[in-house]
């Protein structure tokens, strides 16, 4: 159970567009998804917390316009990259927990597969 | 602020010798402590977790963790290594100091197990 799909697992861009990542929690309702970002042979920056209904929540030095995160519904978040430049070029990996409240102190994420985003 | 440091980038042991990942931690209260796996390209698995109770935490695929709050270490150990089991690992501290209890994660550890 609590499996999270990510959707694509690669994609190439060129400079300029738009790129959208969905993720998904298939067997579960997440009110909260978070979005991480990992360079290569680096660790895991968490970009922003998707929150179901209302606005995300963004970690310092996120642009929130360049960034768009879009979480409409109880197993679907997105993350739309906005006019994609190479410095975007990233592994973006999203994650969310059926475990909400207090309770979710001690349980652990799950991890979609990751996007691979390559701009041109 | 909670944090996490591994202090090794790599790790190499031989196939069927123990392995041990190091990680410690800084936390104000409570640790809630995990340990992730990632392998090339993919999101990452979830091995193991402390948060109260038995100070050695068993997890998957053969891991375990020793919890040792005088030391404010969380090791990662297997006792007999597998050439599969060559990945990135992560430890991680839940932030409790906002309202999304966040995973911090330390920088990871590459483990490479020689055949």
């Known amino acids: 159970g609590a499996v999270v799909s990510q959707h694509p697992s690669w994609v190439i861009c060129k400079s300029g567009t738009s790129v959208k990542i969905e993720c998904r929690s298939l067997d579960f309702q997440a009110t909260t998804m978070f979005w991480y970002r990992q360079f290569p042979k680096q660790s895991l920056m968490l970009m922003a917390t998707s929150n179901e209904g209302s606005k995300a929540t963004y970690e310092q030095g996120v642009e929130k316009d360049k960034f768009l995160i879009n979480h409409a519904s109880l197993t679907l978040s997105t993350l739309t990259v906005t006019s994609a430049h190479p410095e975007d070029s990233s592994f973006y990996i999203c994650s969310a927990s059926p475990v909400t409240g207090p309770s979710s102190y001690n349980s652990p994420l799950h991890f979609g597969n990751g996007t691979r985003l390559t701009v041109t | 602020a909670q944090s996490v440091a591994q202090p090794e980038d790599q790790v190499n042991v031989a196939e069927g010798n123990p392995l041990t990942v190091k990680c410690t931690y800084s936390?104000?209260?409570?640790?809630?402590l995990f340990w992730y796996v990632q392998y090339p390209n993919r999101g990452l698995q979830f091995l193991l977790k402390y948060i109260t109770g038995d100070n050695l935490v068993k997890g998957s695929y053969g891991f375990e963790a020793e919890f040792n709050k005088s030391q404010t270490s969380f090791h990662l150990k297997k006792p007999s290594a597998l050439v599969s089991d060559s990945a990135l690992y992560f430890c991680?501290?839940?932030?409790?100091?906002?309202?999304?209890?966040?995973?911090?994660f330390g920088t990871g550890t590459l483990l490479a197990v020689q055949p």
């Open positions: 936390v104000s209260g409570n640790p809630y």
């Open positions: 991680a501290v839940r932030d409790l100091g906002g309202a999304t209890n966040k995973l911090i």
